[in-house]
């Protein structure tokens, strides 16, 4: 196997901004150059590295990471991170802070992050936290491209795995998926509509199942999101009636929904604050359906800085569990 030709740590970085970018268009952006110049940059950077392993395809939407490139971009990351830092001593330039990129979805944003970013403030003072407000696709995709460090995600394992394989054939077995807590559902509607009258004709001890869903007409859960789906899947046979245009905003939007009497809203026992407790019936759900929350990485992001980031999301979200919610088990990779 014949050697690369040389290789500038200019162009390791053009690649690594690119890796960790969402697109070509934003790699240029940072670079402040233009994307046919990124382009141009990526196709030479592969051609230089001749007949070594090939760490970019074409895919989709054009460039892409291969398994290999996702392999060796944490080495790549620390060889331009270094030599970042002997420049900056050099030069008696401040040192660029490290950045941590999380995505999370709207509960964890209001439930988890608050907690975890004060933490992470006090705990890597040198670090500059990007926080991203996402769907539980693009959270998926976007660590599996770099674009994101870390993701919170509803999706299961096998659900992420499905995703991953569907959008990177090539690619198995990317991400790491770890538990971070578990939260149990509710089912609640306003007293003044059938949904609430129906609720409260059922014992607030005895849990509803499935099949009672039935009955009612829902608001909430986005038909894309993993929650939907796994819904979906337990009730397989019982039609469900979801009430239209009232699955987006999360669930405060639910709440807000069933509060004008659109429905009733299946929302994890967290998220209803004891001043609403009065407008709605409430009953506790399947026991067996919970908001499961899991943490999405790479296999690169396993430093010193992981390990502490692991740490405090995980605190964070124990102390946001509720009375009622406990935590998950063993971490699964997929």
């Given at each position: 196997?014949?050697?690369?030709?040389?290789?500038?740590?200019?162009?390791?970085?053009?690649?690594?901004?690119?890796?960790?970018?969402?697109?070509?268009?934003?790699?240029?952006?940072?670079?402040?150059?233009?994307?046919?110049?990124?382009?141009?940059?990526?196709?030479?950077?592969?051609?230089?590295?001749?007949?070594?392993?090939?760490?970019?395809?074409?895919?989709?939407?054009?460039?892409?990471?291969?398994?290999?490139?996702?392999?060796?971009?944490?080495?790549?990351?620390?060889?331009?991170?270094?030599?970042?830092?002997?420049?900056?001593?050099?030069?008696?330039?401040?040192?660029?802070?490290?950045?941590?990129?999380?995505?999370?979805?709207?509960?964890?944003?209001?439930?988890?992050?608050?907690?975890?970013?004060?933490?992470?403030?006090?705990?890597?003072?040198?670090?500059?936290?990007?926080?991203?407000?996402?769907?539980?696709?693009?959270?998926?995709?976007?660590?599996?491209?770099?674009?994101?460090?870390?993701?919170?995600?509803?999706?299961?394992?096998?659900?992420?795995?499905?995703?991953?394989?569907?959008?990177?054939?090539?690619?198995?077995?990317?991400?790491?998926?770890?538990?971070?807590?578990?939260?149990?559902?509710?089912?609640?509607?306003?007293?003044?509509?059938?949904?609430?009258?129906?609720?409260?004709?059922?014992?607030?001890?005895?849990?509803?199942?499935?099949?009672?869903?039935?009955?009612?007409?829902?608001?909430?859960?986005?038909?894309?999101?993993?929650?939907?789906?796994?819904?979906?899947?337990?009730?397989?046979?019982?039609?469900?009636?979801?009430?239209?245009?009232?699955?987006?905003?999360?669930?405060?939007?639910?709440?807000?929904?069933?509060?004008?009497?659109?429905?009733?809203?299946?929302?994890?026992?967290?998220?209803?604050?004891?001043?609403?407790?009065?407008?709605?019936?409430?009953?506790?759900?399947?026991?067996?359906?919970?908001?499961?929350?899991?943490?999405?990485?790479?296999?690169?992001?396993?430093?010193?800085?992981?390990?502490?980031?692991?740490?405090?999301?995980?605190?964070?979200?124990?102390?946001?569990r509720g009375p009622l919610a406990r935590l998950c088990g063993e971490s699964v990779r997929v």
């Amino acid at each position: 196997m014949g050697r690369p030709t040389e290789i500038s740590l200019k162009m390791l970085h053009a690649f690594l901004t690119w890796a960790e970018s969402a697109s070509e268009d934003e790699a240029a952006h940072k670079l402040g150059i233009t994307q046919p110049a990124v382009h141009r940059k990526l196709e030479k950077f592969q051609t230089q590295i001749g007949s070594g392993p090939r760490l970019m395809q074409r895919g989709r939407a054009g460039w892409e990471l291969t398994d290999e490139g996702h392999l060796i971009l944490p080495v790549i990351r620390d060889l331009v991170r270094r030599f970042e830092q002997l420049e900056a001593h050099l030069s008696d330039r401040d040192e660029p802070p490290r950045v941590l990129r999380i995505a999370t979805g709207q509960f964890a944003a209001q439930y988890i992050l608050p907690r975890a970013i004060a933490a992470l403030r006090e705990k890597l003072p040198d670090c500059r936290l990007e926080t991203h407000l996402a769907r539980g696709l693009d959270r998926i995709l976007g660590v599996a491209n770099a674009q994101y460090d870390l993701a919170i995600v509803t999706h299961t394992p096998d659900q992420v795995h499905a995703l991953v394989r569907k959008h990177f054939q090539s690619r198995e077995r990317l991400l790491t998926c770890e538990p971070l807590a578990r939260y149990p559902f509710v089912v609640v509607a306003h007293r003044d509509t059938p949904e609430g009258r129906v609720l409260s004709q059922l014992s607030p001890q005895a849990a509803i199942a499935p099949h009672q869903l039935s009955g009612l007409r829902l608001v909430g859960l986005d038909p894309q999101s993993g929650l939907r789906q796994r819904l979906e899947k337990l009730t397989e046979g019982t039609p469900l009636t979801f009430a239209p245009d009232t699955h987006t905003g999360g669930w405060p939007a639910a709440l807000a929904c069933a509060e004008q009497r659109l429905g009733a809203a299946l929302v994890p026992h967290t998220v209803l604050p004891p001043s609403r407790e009065q407008s709605f019936v409430a009953r506790p759900f399947d026991e067996s359906f919970t908001l499961d929350e899991y943490l999405i990485t790479r296999p690169d992001f396993s430093d010193s800085t992981s390990a502490v980031v692991n740490a405090v999301l995980r605190e964070a979200a124990l102390s946001s569990r509720g009375p009622l919610a406990r935590l998950c088990g063993e971490s699964v990779r997929v």
